[in-house]
């Protein structure tokens, strides 16, 4: 069974710092994929915060850029979001998701761009 499982997220204070994992299981998780992460706040649409292409380009959406970065471990099978300067505002579930997408410099920020989806992590920014 391919599965992708993000680590357990919790509560964080205004301005500190969170790392999510995601680990694939049943498929390898390489360069071959492009991994992007979401989020959805209650009563919002889930939106693309941040993703890394095959060929390692990132992409950001404006409001996390400066805070947030995304980081491979092939042999850990392993894709982190590391999340510095958290806002309130961040509060949200978040996910990872994949793609086989080899050789391709753009890694896309849209739900159909991915095809493979962990089950989402709840992160609270609050004091």
């Known amino acids: 069974q391919l599965q992708l499982v993000e680590s357990r997220g919790g509560l964080v204070q205004p301005g500190g710092s969170l790392r999510l994992s995601c680990t694939a299981s049943?498929?390898?998780?390489?360069?071959?994929?492009?991994v992007g992460w979401f989020r959805q706040a209650p009563g919002k649409e889930r939106e693309g915060v941040l993703c890394i292409s095959s060929t390692q380009s990132l992409n950001y959406v404006d409001s996390v850029k400066g805070r947030f970065t995304i980081s491979r471990d092939n042999a850990k099978n392993t894709v982190y979001l590391q999340m510095n300067n958290l806002k309130p505002e961040d509060t949200a579930v978040y996910y990872c998701a994949a793609r086989w997408n080899p050789g391709t410099p753009i890694c896309g920020m849209r739900r159909n761009d991915y095809g493979y989806w962990g089950q989402g992590t709840q992160v609270t920014v609050s004091l």
């Open positions: 049943g498929f390898t998780l390489n360069n071959n994929y492009a």
